[in-house]
Structures are given as C-alpha cells and as structure tokens.
C-alpha cells in the first residue's frame, strides 16, 4: 500500500514528464519502457481512488451520508437524524448553520445520537429509497431500523433539533413517586404537563410517551403513585396540563372505550398551552402556527399608544368564549408584526383595527364599523363562524393602461369581467413580485403577448397574486398559469408544460392542450376562497422546487411556494415578509 509521500512523487514525475519538452528536455525520461510504468502506476492509483468506500466522513459536525456508507451510519448510532438537501435549494442552506450547531451539541452530548445529511441530487437511489419529494427532508432512524423512519416535526433551529433529539434519545417524561417531587415538579416552570396512570407500561401511557417526544417546549412527568392520584383529585387515568396563566390547570381524561390517541393528545397539549390571546412575536411563531388552530382574530395595535394598548383587556375578555376554535393573536404594527401588514393591505395608520382569518382557505373578514368592545369582538367572530360575513379582497387598482398592453394587467377588481369573458381565450400568468422564477419567464410572457396582441379571440394577461385576492382561484404557488376558453361556463384549464414561448403558442393554437397530454380541466364556481400574498418556496430541479414550521420544503416542479399567513417551515427565493412563518413550513408543489 502507497504512502502519501509515494503518490506525490508519481505525480511529480509525470509532471515532469509532461513538462520535459517545454523546458527543452527532448529525451523526457530515460525510456519508453520506463514510461509505460508511470503510467500503469498512476492507473492503478486511479482504480483505488475509483473505490468507494464505507468510510464515515464529517462536515461541521455533521456526517456526510451516501450508499456507500449509509448503511454503517445507521449500525453505529442509536439515533440518527438525516436531511436529505439539494445544494441550491434556499431553504437548505438556510438551515445548515442551525443544524450544524445542532449536531455539535448533540455529538458532544452523546456518541449514540448524531445528524448525518444526504444530498438528495445526487443520491438518487437514496432519495427514491425513502420518498424524497422535498427539501429539506428530514428523516430520523431509531435502532438501525432503514424501513421505518420518522418525520421529524419539530422547529428547524439548533435548539429545536436539539430539543426533539433529547426527547427521543433519553425518557420523555419524569417519573413523579410522592407528592413532594410533584409539587415540586410542577412549581419549577410555568407550565408543565403530568400524565396520571394506573398502569404505566398500558397503551395510555405509551400514546403520552409518545406525545411528549413531540411537544418538546414543555416539561412532562408520569406517574402511577396512589397518593398523586387522591392529591390532585383524580380517580381515572388523566393528563393534566398545569400552567401559570389563563385557566391554571387543564385536565384531559382518558376514554376508557376510546383510549389515548397520541396526535390528539398533541393537538390540545400544542392548543391549551398557548395563552388565551398571543403576541404575535419571533419566539411566539412556531407556537401560533404549530398548534394549527382553524381561525384567527387578529388585533392590529401600536403598542406605544396608550389608548390603543388598552384595547387588548376586551379583546382577551372575547377570546375565552372560542379557546381551540379561534386563536386571537395580537400582532405590533411598530415592532415585529410589521412585516405582515401588506399580508392584509394594511400599513401601520390603520391601527388599531381587526381582521379575522380563515387558515384553511386564506379567507379574511373585517367588520363593516370597526369596534372593540368584548360583545361586538365575540359577535363578529360568530358571525364570521356562522357564514353571515362576506370575506374582505384585496384588490390593487388598475393601471391606466391596463388594457393596451400586449401583456394585460389584471388586478382584482377587473379579473372576473376579463377571464370569464365568452369572446375571448384569456390566458393568465398569476405571479409573485419576489419569485425568481416568475422573473426567469417574464420576458418569454410579453413576447407571447407581442405575438398575440392583434388576435381579437385571444388575451395574454397576468396578475400580481400576492397583492390582488379572488373569490374563486386559489393560488398555491409562482407561477401559476391558468387558460380560461371562451364560451359558457367557467372552464379553467391548468397549464403544466415547459415555460417557453413555442410551447405556449402550441398551447394556445391547440384550444388549451398539448398533444402529449390532456388537460387539465375545472369548473370554477362563482364564489370560492382564495389563497393569498405567501412564502416563496424552492423546488427540486429541473422537474423542480421547496417552508415553512417549520420550516413547514422543496419539490419536483419549477416555481414558488404559496403557504398561508400564520402557517407551519421550508426556490431560494426570499420574500421580505417570510420572517413571520413557521420554519418547519417549508414545502412545494409541482410548478
């Protein structure tokens, strides 16, 4: 076996020996013979090099993962966490930084528990191996086990990797024996959940065990004791959350017919530890969007007036009547939730007002005459609950020369009256300002419109989805592009092809399809809700893109990503407003 002095010594030599004529060295080596043996050296150094091995190598702390040596990692460490990453997804280097200090923690903290990373693009075989369709992915292996991984579900910051990781590898809750250490236990932080069982290794507790590994922000113990059950007034198996605001104390029992359902168990744990109206804040986010609560009451306020500050007293009064179902939120038009404003068309003058916001559809409410008194607060929200408020739209005005453009300009208001009219074949590029990829086709779209502005059956046009709300179009991410044919009806036809002029045209001179593929075709009622101003996210290229909490990811597509306001996170692209998602949010659709 060849030391690494002998390598550089061949390849001094073969240096040598190519640069010999240059220098004026006619004979170059002694022989011809003794040059076929440089040769046959230096390709027997290649095929070694050419043999991948098992071994496993670092990055920052963080194990560099392949097939080669994937299968070592897994039979090494008890606990392996692994992100599967493409090297120009955003969201992906984003968080290396933060898991790269994690995995520092975690390996100085346990040999057993480490962070390994995969590139996904390159390893392909890996990626199709576990379903690899966004980035970042992240995976853990418990005990060697490659058939079953588990999706990880925390926050994608070094304390929330750490946190989750911790929870996995160690006991997930404190064992409570006597009612000193339960008080103690209980009165150490503001809020903690305690688990009472009368059989701790039953179905019950194993489903609490589980909920414990994933509220990793709260402290949980478990006991069995007697004594604990009589100290706190229980007779039957219950979880209890204990916490030093809003209600104090939170009980859970379990269903003797139904049991404990662990993601159940989660969503009321992630729903009750949040305070009855929340600051909408940096460290709050992952909070609010995790606990996914259907509705939300926003209070716009600015917290440096005194008058507008006072507010909050009736809007908490309001927010008891509506725990789990609609989650207030108050949010600083001068401090951090500056950033979502344009989100509601608002700006910081126009606080102190309210806005009420459907998560599942983006659908946003206001009231007709703003008050905030606790009775008109709790009657507007149920109205809004009871489908007795229209939703409010956003709509930017139109250019003054909307319509003499190659290229029409729609915005809100004139949308309906232009796509859905029966004359024309009206194709529309639904864009976001921010989204490199709508930058990327921008100049592939006007020539189109160059190329159509004399058809009298045929309109190009785009709108800014971001900045303009629909009733009836939702917008999941950037591009989207959407044939609207002339006729009766509300047809809609999706495009899906490659984003260049012929193709296009082709499109267009097929009535909306393309030999190679059907359409894609839907009725769009006349009132829908529609998804609006959103995350950018990356895509997996070239088919491809990406939160998120997360990070809410990337996907096979071209495009950006469109997630809700007050999400979950995870192409590169940024948008200004992004700061207030979820970072575990992170995903993406097909572009």
């Known amino acids: 076996m060849r030391g690494s002095g002998a390598r550089l010594l061949w390849l001094l030599v073969l240096s040598l020996a190519w640069l010999g004529p240059a220098w004026g060295d006619s004979e ?15 390709e027997e150094e290649d095929e070694e090099d050419d043999v991948v091995s098992d071994e496993l190598k670092e990055e920052d702390s963080v194990l560099v993962l392949h097939e080669h040596n994937f299968a070592r990692a897994l039979s090494e460490f008890r606990l392996l966490l692994v992100e599967f990453y493409a090297p120009w997804c955003g969201h992906c280097q984003r968080l290396a930084p933060e898991f790269a200090q994690a995995a520092a923690t975690l390996r100085n903290g346990s040999e057993a528990v480490r962070l390994g990373k995969v590139d996904a693009t390159a390893q392909v075989g890996l990626s199709t191996e576990f379903g690899i369709n966004a980035y970042p992915t992240l995976k853990l ?10 999706a990880y579900t925390g926050r994608m910051d070094a304390n929330g990797i750490v946190r989750w990781m911790q929870r996995r590898a160690g006991p997930s809750a404190t064992l409570l024996q006597d009612t000193d250490t339960a008080a103690a236990f209980i009165s150490a932080q503001d809020m903690v959940v305690v688990g009472f069982f009368k059989d701790l290794k039953g ?16 402290a949980f113990g478990v006991t069995e004791a007697d004594e604990l059950f009589e100290a706190y007034g229980l007779s039957v198996d219950t979880v209890c959350l204990f916490k030093k605001f809003d209600e ?27 305070e009855l109206v929340m600051e909408f804040s940096n460290e709050t986010s992952s909070r609010i969007f995790g606990a996914k609560i259907p509705h939300h009451m926003l209070l716009f306020l600015n917290k440096s007036v005194e008058e507008q500050l006072a507010l909050r007293d009736d809007f908490r009064k309001a927010a008891s009547n509506f725990r789990g179902e609609v989650l207030f939120v108050v949010v600083d038009v001068d401090g951090y939730g500056a950033t979502v404003l ?32 606790a009775t008109a607060v709790r009657d507007f929200v149920q109205a809004v609950l009871d489908g007795k408020v229209k939703p409010h739209l956003l709509s930017e005005e139109p250019p003054e020369d909307w319509d ?50 004399d ?7 785009e ?34 092809s490659t984003r260049d002029v012929e193709t296009f045209s082709k499109f267009l001179e097929n009535g909306g399809t393309l030999p190679e593929e059907p359409p894609v075709v839907s009725e769009v009622p006349p009132s829908l809700g529609q998804g609006f101003p959103s995350t950018p996210g990356c895509l997996q290229a070239p088919a491809g893109r990406g939160m998120d909490p997360a990070l809410p990811h990337s996907r096979m597509g071209t495009g950006c990503l469109a997630i809700l306001f007050l999400p979950s996170p995870s192409a590169g692209d940024q948008d200004p407003r992004e700061q207030h998602r979820h970072r575990g949010a992170e995903s993406v659709r097909h572009g």
């Open 203 to 218: 179905e019950a507790a194993q489903a609490f065990y589980e909920a414990a590994g994933e509220v990793v922000d709260v």
């Open 248 to 274: 104090g104390r939170t009980d859970f029992p379990v269903d003797p017919a139904r049991g404990l359902d662990a993601a159940e168990l989660t969503r009321l744990l992630r729903v009750h530890s949040l």
């Open 463 to 496: 709108i800014d989805a971001t900045a303009n709300e629909l009733e009836n179009i939702t917008i999941s991410g950037y591009p989207t592009l959407h044939y609207f044919p002339a006729g009766p009806g509300r047809k809609m036809i999706e495009y899906r």
């Open 141 to 150: 292996f418990r005990d060697g086990n490659r058939t079953h991984p588990l």
């Open 404 to 453: 003499t453009r190659p290229v029409k300009v729609l915005v809100g208001k004139t949308f309906e009256q232009v796509a859905f009219d029966e004359t024309k074949n009206v194709f529309v590029k639904f864009y976001a300002p921010w989204c490199a990829h709508c930058k990327e086709m921008a100049a592939a779209w006007e020539e189109l419109g160059e190329r159509y502005k």
């Open 28 to 42: 170059g080596l002694e022989g011809k013979e003794e040059d076929g043996e440089v040769v046959a050296e230096e």
């Open 342 to 373: 344009p989100f509601f068309g608002l700006t910081p003058a126009d606080a102190p007002t309210l806005r009420f916001i459907k998560m599942e559809n983006n659908r946003k409410y206001q009231m007709d005459e703003e008050a905030f008194s």
């Open 455 to 461: 058809h009298e059956d045929i309109v190009i046009a």
